[in-house]
């Protein structure tokens, strides 16, 4: 195995060995890219506080999220398509996150199943789902999810309306992808990659495939998708959702305080603050500059995580110290899979988790539920001085 430092040394590899049309869906924005660009470095801006002459000795990580129990405070966000950045890659990436001790996300646009996953996992994963407007069809996943005995469900609220991303028009990312010569052509240099995907049954959406009503096949997926996405969604729809899932439920997608309260109002358990990692509307703020007025306006009420730009762990210290209690990676770890499979997810939470311990020892923090602003220098005027 090459010597393995940081998240970028995944990020080459995964750029070698992936085709460019996954590769660009995993490392892209939507329209000009701004809020993909200052989820990361927006990071950079903030400075910890170095202290010494203390006792740094039995340091832990450990803690919880929604109640259960982590080896730190990092899930693995739900990513779609992620079975085609390699062969089975939802049960590779899950294995890594069980046996590491942090939770799972699927994605409810996995090409490996919930069935899938849960039959070659022996712990319980989370499910993500999205605001679709097909009620038959959002009961039995939330069913499945069940039965596969899923320890949470995240609903997915900024994606009513689908952000243009160039670089997927331009390769022809679609449900299912549509293939050129260029495409063809770039995945036959990708051997690796391309023996996995020969090797595996699972090449489309095992969660709608013979699932959602119409979907018998890849080819009437194109149709669905297009029409299923709920644009008249609204807090009293959600409020729909959670009658149909009776166990702890997240909102992923929150990025204003009013919608912070409204989503405290519906009855869920945690929110994540999120930019869908860039990928919907341009020009919002930073996940990580969102978080403040976040946790004032309902930090004490709820359990507040934080999604979108994080690559490292001193990422996951400074939105820790912010006061969230939980983080999501999510292309830090696709680069991992991509990389070397479910050895490459591994080698992610591994880097990651010894910037964490690290740099939490030399700010003088023995565990992470004892971080706080007072470990953080954070610019004036960080969350901005808006007109």
């Given at each position: 195995?090459?010597?393995?430092?940081?998240?970028?040394?995944?990020?080459?590899?995964?750029?070698?060995?992936?085709?460019?049309?996954?590769?660009?869906?995993?490392?892209?924005?939507?329209?000009?890219?701004?809020?993909?660009?200052?989820?990361?470095?927006?990071?950079?801006?903030?400075?910890?506080?170095?202290?010494?002459?203390?006792?740094?000795?039995?340091?832990?990580?450990?803690?919880?999220?929604?109640?259960?129990?982590?080896?730190?405070?990092?899930?693995?966000?739900?990513?779609?398509?992620?079975?085609?950045?390699?062969?089975?890659?939802?049960?590779?990436?899950?294995?890594?996150?069980?046996?590491?001790?942090?939770?799972?996300?699927?994605?409810?646009?996995?090409?490996?199943?919930?069935?899938?996953?849960?039959?070659?996992?022996?712990?319980?994963?989370?499910?993500?789902?999205?605001?679709?407007?097909?009620?038959?069809?959002?009961?039995?996943?939330?069913?499945?999810?069940?039965?596969?005995?899923?320890?949470?469900?995240?609903?997915?609220?900024?994606?009513?309306?689908?952000?243009?991303?160039?670089?997927?028009?331009?390769?022809?990312?679609?449900?299912?992808?549509?293939?050129?010569?260029?495409?063809?052509?770039?995945?036959?240099?990708?051997?690796?990659?391309?023996?996995?995907?020969?090797?595996?049954?699972?090449?489309?959406?095992?969660?709608?495939?013979?699932?959602?009503?119409?979907?018998?096949?890849?080819?009437?997926?194109?149709?669905?998708?297009?029409?299923?996405?709920?644009?008249?969604?609204?807090?009293?729809?959600?409020?729909?959702?959670?009658?149909?899932?009776?166990?702890?439920?997240?909102?992923?997608?929150?990025?204003?305080?009013?919608?912070?309260?409204?989503?405290?109002?519906?009855?869920?358990?945690?929110?994540?603050v999120s930019n869908h990692g860039g990928r919907q509307l341009d020009g919002a703020l930073s996940a990580i500059r969102a978080l403040p007025s976040i946790?004032?306006?309902?930090?004490?009420?709820?359990?507040?995580?934080?999604?979108?730009?994080?690559?490292?762990?001193?990422?996951?210290?400074?939105?820790?110290?912010?006061?969230?209690?939980?983080?999501?990676?999510?292309?830090?770890?696709?680069?991992?899979?991509?990389?070397?499979?479910?050895?490459?997810?591994?080698?992610?939470?591994?880097?990651?988790?010894?910037?964490?311990?690290t740099s939490m020892g030399l700010c003088g923090v023995r565990k992470v539920s004892d971080l706080g602003r007072d470990n953080m220098l954070v610019p004036?005027?960080?969350?901005?001085?808006?007109?």
């Amino acid at each position: 195995m090459p010597v393995i430092t940081n998240i970028d040394d995944l990020k080459r590899i995964y750029q070698r060995r992936v085709p460019r049309m996954f590769y660009d869906y995993a490392e892209s924005g939507s329209w000009s890219e701004l809020t993909f660009r200052e989820n990361t470095t927006d990071f950079d801006l903030l400075r910890l506080r170095q202290r010494v002459a203390i006792d740094m000795t039995g340091r832990s990580t450990a803690s919880q999220m929604i109640g259960q129990d982590v080896s730190m405070p990092v899930a693995l966000a739900p990513v779609g398509l992620t079975g085609m950045q390699h062969a089975d890659g939802e049960i590779k990436a899950a294995r890594a996150a069980e046996n590491f001790g942090v939770p799972y996300t699927l994605s409810t646009m996995s090409i490996c199943s919930i069935e899938d996953v849960a039959e070659h996992t022996s712990k319980p994963f989370w499910m993500q789902v999205y605001t679709l407007k097909d009620d038959d069809f959002m009961q039995r996943l939330f069913d499945r999810a069940k039965d596969a005995k899923c320890s949470a469900a995240v609903i997915t609220v900024d994606l009513q309306l689908l952000g243009q991303r160039h670089k997927d028009l331009k390769n022809g990312l679609s449900a299912p992808p549509k293939l050129t010569v260029k495409s063809v052509t770039n995945m036959m240099t990708k051997v690796r990659w391309g023996l996995g995907m020969l090797g595996t049954k699972r090449r489309f959406f095992g969660n709608i495939v013979g699932h959602a009503k119409g979907v018998k096949d890849p080819s009437s997926l194109s149709t669905w998708t297009a029409e299923a996405f709920d644009q008249a969604l609204d807090w009293d729809r959600i409020r729909e959702f959670r009658k149909m899932w009776d166990g702890p439920l997240i909102i992923k997608g929150i990025l204003d305080a009013e919608d912070a309260k409204a989503a405290l109002n519906v009855g869920a358990d945690a929110i994540i603050v999120s930019n869908h990692g860039g990928r919907q509307l341009d020009g919002a703020l930073s996940a990580i500059r969102a978080l403040p007025s976040i946790m004032d306006a309902v930090g004490d009420k709820i359990e507040v995580h934080l999604d979108s730009g994080i690559r490292s762990g001193q990422d996951v210290l400074k939105a820790l110290s912010l006061g969230a209690k939980g983080t999501y990676i999510g292309r830090a770890y696709v680069y991992g899979l991509g990389a070397m499979g479910e050895q490459g997810v591994t080698k992610a939470l591994e880097v990651i988790h010894k910037e964490l311990d690290t740099s939490m020892g030399l700010c003088g923090v023995r565990k992470v539920s004892d971080l706080g602003r007072d470990n953080m220098l954070v610019p004036e005027d960080f969350a901005g001085r808006w007109a």
